[in-house]
């Protein structure tokens, strides 16, 4: 196991990083998990009876009027220090940084990710994007206030949340493009992710497999733990911060 000053170091000196993001990084901009969404008058609905492919062929304007919710929600909140330094690691890190993210609320990109130099992908979709259902081109949606539900592409087409559903598979493209990065990688970064959720689980394995080292971020312990060089007990922001010696 690696020290603090170890780990500042290894990631200071690395020329790739790999970075993949979870909910525990969203929760600082308030935005809650996938579950803890459900309040209200969604309480009544499992997460499950709402994002699957079943779900929305039995009743495309109910998932709708549920992701317009959580669209609006997302639109309303900030990005907080972990995005924001994630952002400054890219510029530091240019073409030799890959970031990867469970999340699907813009938070990274509305940071500056994917603008500094090196790569982001959203593994799961995003709720600010629709998909064609005919031609599956992906669209930005217009701001919440403005968004008619169901959305039509501009052939006309009835479009569906850009979401990775239960019983979905990731895009290929996108889970090659992380599985390479983070094989490659020097050092790749765990942070707020619980570990529990594959294939993006699996992607620190790549990065030891390929000689590199990892580190997770969490505020407790994870199911990929015990496999880390380095674990620090913290929240994403201020985990960042120690690791990066800012501030």
């Known amino acids: 196991m690696l020290t603090l ?122 709720l600010a994007s629709a998909r064609d259902e005919v031609t599956g081109e992906v669209f930005a949606l217009p701001a919440p206030a403005d968004l008619v539900t169901p959305p039509r592409s501009p052939a006309g087409n009835r479009m569906r949340p850009h979401i990775v559903w239960f019983g979905e598979y990731l895009a290929p493209a996108d889970l090659e493009a992380a599985q390479a990065a983070f094989y490659e990688a020097d050092v790749a970064l765990i942070l707020g992710t619980s570990g529990l959720v594959y294939p993006a689980a699996g992607l620190a394995r790549h990065t030891q497999v390929g000689g590199g080292l990892v580190i997770e971020i969490n505020t407790a312990d994870t199911e990929l733990t015990s496999q880390m060089d380095f674990s620090l007990r913290d929240l994403a922001s201020s985990g960042l911060a120690r690791l990066m010696r800012v501030g």
Do not use: C
Not at 61 to 88: F, I, M
């Open 5 to 126: 000053d170890q780990a500042r170091a290894a990631l200071a000196s690395a020329r790739r990083v790999a970075v993949l993001t979870g909910a525990g990084v969203s929760a600082e901009s308030g935005i809650p998990t996938f579950r803890d969404a459900q309040t209200g008058h969604w309480a009544r609905f499992r997460p499950e009876d709402l994002a699957s492919p079943d779900a929305y062929h039995r009743d495309p304007d109910l998932v709708w009027q549920w992701y317009a919710g959580r669209y609006a929600d997302v639109t309303r909140a900030q990005p907080n220090g972990a995005h924001t330094l994630l952002a400054q690691l890219e510029r530091e890190k240019g073409a030799g940084f890959f970031l990867a993210t469970q999340n699907v609320d813009g938070l990274h990109a509305r940071a500056g990710s994917g603008m500094g130099g090196g790569q982001m992908v959203e593994l799961h979709g995003s």
